[in-house]
């Protein structure tokens, strides 16, 4: 029987897939297409449980699985209907176009719900509205990087995440480190107004 914390990870995997799925196949393989229509698929198959909500979406990642949906048939789209530069320049951008969604994503979410583009309860929604907007800085600097440091993906694309995810995950244990020490005064203060009340 698979327990909580299992289910939990196992999930997150799964949600991780596409993302994952694409960057492995487009180092071992030429073939865009391919990659393109694998991570597609993989990335419908994860948003159709975001919808039937078996997966609750990580907000960088519901950002890179919406692209992914819409990417790969598009470029199709604009080859069928002839406009083949528009469709190559798309497919030399991926990296930029990447970043822009999940920066786009993060904003409505910033925008229109209590957490914003974190994926935890800040104390405030002052604070929410403080870190998505660090999360968004650090996601917008990542479009200008991809734009300029070259067609390396794992330069312009796997850093600036890698770097969005830490600095979501420090922000996080930033919170967690606060509403701990805030629990752990109420319960030292609560035994001595218990203690008080009694004596009266």
């Given amino acids: ?3 909580d914390q299992q289910r939990r990870l196992l999930l997150d995997m799964f949600e991780n897939l596409p993302g994952v799925g694409f960057l492995v196949l ?4 030429d073939d865009l297409r391919l990659t393109g229509w694998v991570g597609t698929i993989l990335a419908a198959a994860v948003c159709i449980s975001y919808v039937k909500k078996l ?6 990642l519901l950002g890179i699985n919406l692209f992914m949906v819409a990417i ?3 470029i199709e789209i604009l080859f069928f209907s002839g406009h083949r530069s528009t469709a190559n320049t798309l497919i ?5 176009l990447v970043l822009g969604s999940v920066f786009v994503t993060g904003l ?3 925008l229109t719900t209590r957490n914003g583009f974190l994926t935890y309860a800040a104390n405030s929604a002052k604070q929410m509205r403080m870190h998505s907007a660090a999360l968004l800085g650090v996601c917008a600097i990542g479009v200008f990087w991809s734009l300029i440091a070259g067609g390396n993906n794992l330069i312009t694309l796997a850093i600036p995440l890698m770097l969005l995810f830490g600095l979501q995950q420090l922000l996080r244990a930033g919170v967690k480190d606060r509403q ?21």
């Fill in 1 to 3: 029987m698979i327990g």
């Fill in 55 to 60: 997966v609750l979406p990580h907000p960088i």
């Fill in 180 to 200: 701990s020490r805030d629990a752990a005064i109420l319960a030292c203060h609560a035994p001595q107004s218990s203690l008080t009340e009694t004596a009266i």
């Fill in 72 to 74: 790969t048939p598009l």
């Fill in 92 to 96: 030399g951008n991926i990296d930029s």
């Fill in 26 to 29: 487009s180092r071992a393989t």
């Fill in 108 to 110: 409505l979410l910033t």
